[in-house]
């Protein structure tokens, strides 16, 4: 899909070739981040998540890289159209490497008692398995306050992605923005999201897996106070601050998606990992939304003020009830016994529905 969109000649064969990338792509987070639940321990899951995830801060920071000297070189009078060509050809091998070489690991989920006659989650109706995944979202306050600080920290990320270079060129014309955004985000983002997994690791094995969000809360504090340095300040040290700025703040990524398969059953991980990217992207892509009449209001540097450095904070605050929560939650989470019962228990309830 990325490669066609190169072919595109029009809005609406784009748009299609977009809605195709998204819904090939949707499945990419609840799978693998159910695969990796399975195959690395609790002492080096949250590192192995961000590893899996650093990609994503290549491919934001080759955007801008592509996206301003590849367009401007406007090679053979193609301009943009490279962009997507040079990005979707290795994507297309990769797909065929990955169908042939990566086999599914055995599925770790903890074992019903022997005799029981509850069924696996995943042999219940679908209707019945998202019934029950979503009771656990809204009847669980970790995962209310974890959903609202997830979704106010991912609208900070949109905010920031669809008004950064608008920012630059605006308020400081003729800075290599391409170059350094490429590399703040590919340096930092790659570097943050490992170091927040160690982090978390290091935690989880010294204090319980209970006690991971700590990661979250500390790192998008810090993170808001440096967005304010990025904002303040005028590049080169502007892109300084932001290099920082996106070192702590993409720590949370890999550590939310281990708290989450933690948190679920393991027959339901995939099912809760798609709900709460659902919820989260719904919620954060649209943000983006609230910054004009904002910046109408005020002005722009004000608005990311708002939308960018104060969302950092404030779902530091989330994180931190989300935090309070789970570790006044009963059962104790790591006690594998209290597991064992809890999702029996969980299962005997879908059976009655």
Request: charged content about 15%.
């Amino acid at each position: 899909m990325i490669f066609g969109a190169g072919f595109a000649n029009s809005y609406w064969l784009f748009a299609l070739f977009r809605f195709g990338l998204g819904a090939g792509e949707s499945a990419c987070t609840p799978l693998t981040a159910s695969i990796v639940a399975d195959m690395f321990g609790k002492k080096m899951r949250a590192f192995a998540m961000g590893f899996f995830n650093w990609g994503i801060y290549f491919g934001y920071g080759m955007a801008f890289a592509l996206g301003n000297y590849v367009t401007e070189a406007d090679i053979n009078g193609l301009g943009w159209r490279w962009c997507y060509w040079i990005m979707g050809a290795p994507a297309i091998l990769f797909a065929f490497i990955l169908f042939f070489s990566v086999k599914e690991p055995e599925k770790k989920q903890t074992q019903i008692l022997e005799g029981s006659d509850y069924e696996p989650v995943e042999l219940l109706p679908l209707k019945s398995r998202v019934g029950s995944t979503l009771k656990m979202f809204f009847t669980s306050p970790v995962m209310i306050f974890l959903l609202l600080g997830a979704s106010i920290r991912h609208s900070a990320s949109f905010c920031w992605s669809y008004n950064s270079q608008i920012y630059f060129q605006q308020y400081y014309p003729g800075a290599d923005i391409g170059l350094w955004m490429a590399l703040d985000s590919i340096v930092g983002g790659t570097f943050g999201i490992i170091i927040g997994g160690i982090l978390s690791d290091r935690l989880a094995a010294k204090f319980g897996i209970k006690t991971r969000l700590w990661v979250l809360v500390g790192s998008q504090l810090i993170a808001g106070a440096l967005a304010c340095g990025t904002l303040s300040t005028a590049p080169p040290y502007a892109f300084v601050y932001l290099l920082f700025t996106y070192f702590f703040a993409e720590m949370w990524f890999g550590v939310l998606f281990t708290v989450l398969v933690e948190f679920f059953p393991a027959a339901m991980r995939t099912t809760a990992i798609a709900i709460f990217i659902f919820i989260i992207n719904n919620i954060g892509g649209n943000a983006p939304l609230i910054v004009p009449p904002i910046r109408e209001a005020l002005d722009l540097q004000k608005s990311l003020y708002i939308t960018y450095a104060g969302f950092y904070g404030l779902s530091s605050f989330f994180f931190l009830l989300a935090q309070i929560a789970f570790i006044r939650s009963k059962p104790n989470m790591d006690d594998p016994g209290q597991q064992q019962a809890i999702r029996g228990i969980e299962i005997k309830t879908l059976k009655k529905m």
